[in-house]
Antibody, heavy 118, light 112 residues
Framework: QVQLNQWGAGLLKPSETLSLTCTVS????????WSWIRQPPGKGLEWIGD???????NYNVSLKTRVTFSIYTSTSQFSLTLTSVTAADTAVYYC????????????WGQGTPVTVSS | QSALTQPPSASGSPGQSVTISCSGI?????????VSWYQHHPGKAPKLIVF???RRPSGVPDRFSGSRSGNTASLTVSGLQAEDEGVYYC????????????FGGGTKLTVL
Protein backbone atom coordinates (compact mmCIF):
# COMPACT_ATOMS: atom_id res chain seq x y z
CA GLN A 1 0.00 0.00 0.00
CA VAL A 2 1.44 3.35 -1.04
CA GLN A 3 1.39 6.15 1.50
CA LEU A 4 1.98 9.83 0.84
CA ASN A 5 2.94 12.31 3.53
CA GLN A 6 3.04 15.98 2.63
CA TRP A 7 4.12 19.14 4.38
CA GLY A 8 4.82 22.83 3.83
CA ALA A 9 3.98 26.34 4.97
CA GLY A 10 0.28 26.95 5.44
CA LEU A 11 0.13 30.75 5.63
CA LEU A 12 1.55 33.04 2.99
CA LYS A 13 1.34 36.70 2.05
CA PRO A 14 0.50 37.83 -1.48
CA SER A 15 3.49 37.68 -3.85
CA GLU A 16 5.27 35.06 -1.74
CA THR A 17 6.23 31.59 -2.94
CA LEU A 18 4.36 28.45 -1.93
CA SER A 19 6.50 25.36 -1.36
CA LEU A 20 5.16 21.90 -0.57
CA THR A 21 6.89 18.53 -0.39
CA CYS A 22 5.48 15.01 -0.54
CA THR A 23 7.18 11.77 0.48
CA VAL A 24 6.11 8.48 -1.08
CA SER A 25 6.51 5.22 0.83
CA UNK A 26 5.39 1.67 0.28
CA UNK A 27 5.30 -0.58 -2.74
CA UNK A 28 3.34 -0.12 -5.94
CA UNK A 29 3.18 -1.81 -9.29
CA UNK A 30 3.49 -0.18 -12.65
CA UNK A 31 4.58 3.28 -13.59
CA UNK A 32 3.35 6.17 -11.52
CA UNK A 33 3.58 9.88 -12.02
CA TRP A 34 3.64 12.18 -9.02
CA SER A 35 0.87 14.76 -9.05
CA TRP A 36 -0.45 17.84 -7.31
CA ILE A 37 -4.14 18.71 -7.04
CA ARG A 38 -5.83 21.52 -5.12
CA GLN A 39 -9.29 22.39 -3.84
CA PRO A 40 -10.15 26.04 -3.25
CA PRO A 41 -12.68 26.72 -0.48
CA GLY A 42 -16.18 25.81 -1.60
CA LYS A 43 -14.99 24.63 -5.00
CA GLY A 44 -14.08 21.41 -6.73
CA LEU A 45 -10.78 19.70 -7.43
CA GLU A 46 -8.27 21.33 -9.77
CA TRP A 47 -5.36 19.46 -11.34
CA ILE A 48 -2.10 21.37 -11.01
CA GLY A 49 0.11 18.94 -12.90
CA ASP A 50 2.32 15.90 -12.67
CA UNK A 51 5.93 14.81 -13.01
CA UNK A 52 7.44 11.50 -14.06
CA UNK A 53 10.21 9.79 -12.16
CA UNK A 54 12.57 10.90 -14.91
CA UNK A 55 11.60 14.51 -14.31
CA UNK A 56 9.24 15.12 -17.24
CA UNK A 57 6.53 17.52 -16.07
CA ASN A 58 3.07 18.49 -17.30
CA TYR A 59 1.38 21.58 -15.92
CA ASN A 60 -2.12 23.02 -15.95
CA VAL A 61 -1.93 25.76 -18.57
CA SER A 62 -3.59 28.22 -16.18
CA LEU A 63 -0.69 27.87 -13.73
CA LYS A 64 2.17 27.01 -16.06
CA THR A 65 4.00 30.34 -15.75
CA ARG A 66 4.14 30.14 -11.94
CA VAL A 67 4.50 26.46 -11.05
CA THR A 68 7.51 24.17 -10.94
CA PHE A 69 7.75 20.53 -9.88
CA SER A 70 10.89 18.82 -8.68
CA ILE A 71 11.56 15.18 -7.95
CA TYR A 72 14.17 13.59 -5.69
CA THR A 73 14.18 9.89 -6.49
CA SER A 74 16.87 9.01 -3.93
CA THR A 75 14.56 10.10 -1.12
CA SER A 76 11.23 9.30 -2.86
CA GLN A 77 10.18 12.92 -2.54
CA PHE A 78 8.67 15.42 -4.94
CA SER A 79 7.88 19.06 -4.48
CA LEU A 80 5.66 21.87 -5.71
CA THR A 81 6.71 25.51 -6.00
CA LEU A 82 4.15 28.17 -6.88
CA THR A 83 5.39 31.74 -7.20
CA SER A 84 3.64 35.09 -6.81
CA VAL A 85 0.70 33.68 -4.89
CA THR A 86 -2.56 35.59 -4.51
CA ALA A 87 -5.73 34.98 -2.53
CA ALA A 88 -6.96 32.89 -5.47
CA ASP A 89 -4.29 30.31 -4.60
CA THR A 90 -5.87 29.69 -1.19
CA ALA A 91 -6.78 26.01 -1.21
CA VAL A 92 -6.15 22.59 0.24
CA TYR A 93 -3.27 21.11 -1.74
CA TYR A 94 -2.98 17.34 -2.25
CA CYS A 95 -0.17 15.24 -3.61
CA UNK A 96 -1.15 11.99 -5.31
CA UNK A 97 0.20 9.13 -7.38
CA UNK A 98 -1.13 8.97 -10.92
CA UNK A 99 -1.40 5.96 -13.21
CA UNK A 100 -0.67 7.67 -16.50
CA UNK A 101 -1.68 4.69 -18.56
CA UNK A 102 -5.18 4.28 -17.14
CA UNK A 103 -5.56 7.89 -16.01
CA UNK A 104 -6.44 7.69 -12.35
CA UNK A 105 -5.10 8.86 -9.00
CA UNK A 106 -4.84 5.87 -6.69
CA UNK A 107 -3.09 7.20 -3.58
CA TRP A 108 -3.44 10.63 -2.01
CA GLY A 109 -1.67 12.64 0.64
CA GLN A 110 -3.53 13.98 3.63
CA GLY A 111 -3.82 17.48 2.20
CA THR A 112 -2.18 20.75 3.26
CA PRO A 113 -4.39 23.81 3.81
CA VAL A 114 -2.73 26.91 2.37
CA THR A 115 -4.05 30.40 3.04
CA VAL A 116 -2.82 33.49 1.22
CA SER A 117 -3.65 36.64 3.13
CA SER A 118 -2.06 39.97 3.83
CA GLN B 1 -16.00 26.39 -14.93
CA SER B 2 -15.16 22.68 -14.92
CA ALA B 3 -14.40 20.87 -18.13
CA LEU B 4 -16.66 17.98 -17.09
CA THR B 5 -20.26 18.62 -16.06
CA GLN B 6 -21.84 17.02 -13.02
CA PRO B 7 -25.10 17.82 -11.24
CA PRO B 8 -24.35 19.78 -8.06
CA SER B 9 -26.41 17.52 -5.85
CA ALA B 10 -28.08 14.13 -5.59
CA SER B 11 -29.93 12.38 -2.81
CA GLY B 12 -31.56 9.14 -1.82
CA SER B 13 -32.82 7.23 1.17
CA PRO B 14 -30.91 4.35 2.76
CA GLY B 15 -31.19 1.24 0.62
CA GLN B 16 -32.09 3.15 -2.53
CA SER B 17 -29.95 3.65 -5.63
CA VAL B 18 -28.63 6.95 -6.93
CA THR B 19 -26.92 7.69 -10.25
CA ILE B 20 -24.57 10.62 -10.82
CA SER B 21 -23.76 11.72 -14.36
CA CYS B 22 -20.59 13.22 -15.81
CA SER B 23 -20.76 14.70 -19.28
CA GLY B 24 -18.14 16.11 -21.62
CA ILE B 25 -15.82 13.11 -21.67
CA UNK B 26 -13.29 13.44 -24.48
CA UNK B 27 -12.74 10.57 -26.86
CA UNK B 28 -9.35 8.86 -26.94
CA UNK B 29 -8.10 6.35 -29.47
CA UNK B 30 -9.66 3.64 -27.33
CA UNK B 31 -12.94 5.47 -26.99
CA UNK B 32 -14.20 7.18 -23.87
CA UNK B 33 -12.53 4.66 -21.55
CA UNK B 34 -10.45 6.73 -19.17
CA VAL B 35 -12.96 7.89 -16.60
CA SER B 36 -12.39 7.68 -12.88
CA TRP B 37 -14.53 8.55 -9.88
CA TYR B 38 -13.50 9.76 -6.43
CA GLN B 39 -15.35 9.92 -3.14
CA HIS B 40 -14.47 12.88 -0.94
CA HIS B 41 -15.43 13.27 2.69
CA PRO B 42 -14.79 16.66 4.37
CA GLY B 43 -11.37 16.90 5.91
CA LYS B 44 -10.12 13.71 4.29
CA ALA B 45 -8.24 12.86 1.13
CA PRO B 46 -10.30 11.88 -1.91
CA LYS B 47 -10.60 8.13 -2.46
CA LEU B 48 -10.57 6.34 -5.82
CA ILE B 49 -13.71 4.24 -6.20
CA VAL B 50 -13.90 3.58 -9.95
CA PHE B 51 -11.33 3.71 -12.77
CA UNK B 52 -11.41 2.94 -16.49
CA UNK B 53 -15.17 3.62 -16.47
CA UNK B 54 -16.28 0.59 -14.45
CA ARG B 55 -13.32 -1.06 -12.70
CA ARG B 56 -13.17 -0.96 -8.90
CA PRO B 57 -10.00 -0.92 -6.80
CA SER B 58 -9.61 -3.67 -4.25
CA GLY B 59 -11.72 -2.97 -1.19
CA VAL B 60 -14.36 -0.81 -2.86
CA PRO B 61 -17.82 -2.39 -2.42
CA ASP B 62 -19.65 -3.58 -5.51
CA ARG B 63 -22.44 -1.20 -4.55
CA PHE B 64 -20.43 1.32 -6.53
CA SER B 65 -20.65 0.78 -10.27
CA GLY B 66 -19.60 2.85 -13.25
CA SER B 67 -20.77 2.98 -16.83
CA ARG B 68 -20.72 5.23 -19.83
CA SER B 69 -22.73 6.02 -22.93
CA GLY B 70 -20.92 8.07 -25.53
CA ASN B 71 -19.35 11.10 -23.90
CA THR B 72 -21.32 10.74 -20.65
CA ALA B 73 -20.18 8.58 -17.75
CA SER B 74 -22.26 7.60 -14.76
CA LEU B 75 -21.66 6.40 -11.22
CA THR B 76 -24.40 4.39 -9.54
CA VAL B 77 -24.44 3.82 -5.81
CA SER B 78 -26.79 0.99 -4.90
CA GLY B 79 -28.05 0.11 -1.44
CA LEU B 80 -27.26 3.58 -0.13
CA GLN B 81 -25.67 3.73 3.30
CA ALA B 82 -25.11 6.69 5.57
CA GLU B 83 -21.34 6.57 5.03
CA ASP B 84 -21.85 7.09 1.28
CA GLU B 85 -22.70 10.72 1.94
CA GLY B 86 -20.01 12.98 0.54
CA VAL B 87 -18.89 14.69 -2.66
CA TYR B 88 -18.20 12.63 -5.77
CA TYR B 89 -15.93 13.78 -8.58
CA CYS B 90 -15.43 12.35 -12.02
CA UNK B 91 -12.17 12.78 -13.88
CA UNK B 92 -10.76 12.20 -17.32
CA UNK B 93 -8.31 13.80 -19.70
CA UNK B 94 -8.71 17.21 -21.27
CA UNK B 95 -10.18 17.87 -24.67
CA UNK B 96 -7.05 19.59 -25.92
CA UNK B 97 -4.39 17.28 -24.59
CA UNK B 98 -4.00 13.67 -23.52
CA UNK B 99 -1.56 15.00 -20.91
CA UNK B 100 -4.10 17.20 -19.15
CA UNK B 101 -6.34 15.96 -16.34
CA UNK B 102 -9.76 17.49 -15.78
CA PHE B 103 -12.28 17.02 -13.01
CA GLY B 104 -16.00 17.52 -12.85
CA GLY B 105 -17.35 20.15 -10.51
CA GLY B 106 -18.41 17.53 -7.97
CA THR B 107 -21.79 16.18 -6.86
CA LYS B 108 -22.84 16.37 -3.22
CA LEU B 109 -24.58 13.11 -2.37
CA THR B 110 -26.95 13.31 0.58
CA VAL B 111 -28.34 10.21 2.24
CA LEU B 112 -31.74 11.26 3.57
Amino acid sequence: QVQLNQWGAGLLKPSETLSLTCTVSGAYSGVRYWSWIRQPPGKGLEWIGDISQSGLANYNVSLKTRVTFSIYTSTSQFSLTLTSVTAADTAVYYCATFDKGAFYFDSWGQGTPVTVSS
Amino acid sequence: QSALTQPPSASGSPGQSVTISCSGISRDLDGYNYVSWYQHHPGKAPKLIVFEVYRRPSGVPDRFSGSRSGNTASLTVSGLQAEDEGVYYCSSYGSLSRFEVVFGGGTKLTVL
